[in-house]
């Protein structure tokens, strides 16, 4: 049993909706949070806070940071800040847009919406490359142990560290080539979703296989296909007891370790990056007693 908002621990949904949100200058910190926990129940709709809403509170938590960008010949990864991530989570779409209208509305008051990105399942949880995402997701106990804080300190325990970036996909490069030269990327076969041993030290699974770090670096990837018009990618978001194993995954994709940049790279670059600490859940509402509110 565990007490994370309940949503980060079920399988994606067929449609979400992710709302980024600024805080409003003249907003009080302690009452924006309030307004927070009367809309988010953590399982349709999961909240995660950012340092510029964090900082403006008296109490630190342990382990939160701000994204930090990278770049490196081919690739920038750039940092975002936003005071609130909402993840919006259902079957129906047009009940999610309802739902965010009436978040907006209760919100308002202290927050401005920044953004909004519609976001989809595709296929059996597939990137839209038709690559299966989540292969290798930690799943159950494994799951908790890898994505959920688990220590005696209420109002931390049960609560989780997120990274969420928008990757821009360039499709027509990636169609444009071979089924062996798509496989070679992400370094497993599309045919049966088998690892290929002999994928370039590039292949994003070789880069980012979790077992293969000291300590091991595995998340509770939660990531969905998003698109708008002709444009379209990946909302990739990773759940973490900490942010350090997606922090090392992220060091060796991006060459820090030994020079190797991920292939991932070739087709698609991220155009958001940002990290929220989503509390964890008591009586069906956050419990955001560690921030002072009860
Ligand atoms: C455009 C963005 C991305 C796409 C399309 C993508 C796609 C994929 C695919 C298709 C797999 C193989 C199946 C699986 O195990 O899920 C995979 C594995 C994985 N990805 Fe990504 N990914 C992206 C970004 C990232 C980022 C930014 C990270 C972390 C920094 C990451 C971490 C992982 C991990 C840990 C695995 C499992 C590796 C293993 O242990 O075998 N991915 N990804």
């Known amino acids: 049993m565990t007490n994370a908002q309940v949503g980060i621990l079920e399988d994606i949904p067929n449609h979400a909706r992710y709302m980024t949100f600024s805080l409003l200058p003249k907003s009080n910190p302690h009452d924006s949070l309030k307004a927070i926990k009367a809309i988010a129940d953590g399982k ?45 989570r259902g ?39 038709g690559y299966e995402d989540g292969t290798e997701n930690p799943e159950g106990d494994d799951a908790i142990q890898a994505g959920i804080v688990q220590n005696t300190v209420s109002g931390l325990n049960g609560s989780s560290f997120v990274c969420v970036q928008q990757w821009v996909h360039d499709l ?17 076969r ?12 590039s292949a994003h699974v070789k ?29 990739f978001v990773a759940f973490g007891h900490s942010f350090d194993a997606f922090e090392a995954l992220l060091n060796r994709m991006t060459g820090k370790d030994d020079g190797v940049t991920d292939a991932l790279f070739t087709f698609s670059q991220p155009k958001t990056g940002s990290y929220f600490w989503c ?15 009860e």
């Open 190 to 201: 599309i045919s049966d979703n088998e690892e290929i041993d002999e994928a370039p030290a």
């Open 44 to 88: 349709k709709i999961i909240a995660g806070l950012g340092t510029p809403l964090l900082n403006r509170l008296d109490k630190k938590i342990d382990g939160m940071r701000d994204f930090t960008p990278h770049s490196g010949p081919g690739f920038f990864v750039p940092a975002t800040s936003a005071a609130l991530w909402i993840w919006i």
């Open 279 to 293: 509390p964890p859940i008591k009586n069906e509402q956050l419990d955001l007693s560690y921030l002072g509110v």
């Open 207 to 235: 880069r980012t296989a979790q077992e293969d770090f000291e300590p091991e670096a595995f998340i509770l990837r939660r990531s969905m296909p998003w698109s708008e018009g002709q444009t379209a990618g990946l909302v």
């Open 172 to 188: 027509s490069h990636f169609k444009s080539m071979n089924t062996t030269e798509q496989d070679h990327i992400i370094g497993r």
């Open 91 to 129: 079957d129906d779409r047009g009940e999610l847009f309802h739902w965010s209208q009436q978040i907006e509305q209760s919100l308002g008051q202290y927050f401005h919406l920044d953004a909004i990105i519609d976001a989809f399942q595709y296929q059996d949880s597939r990137d839209l490359t």
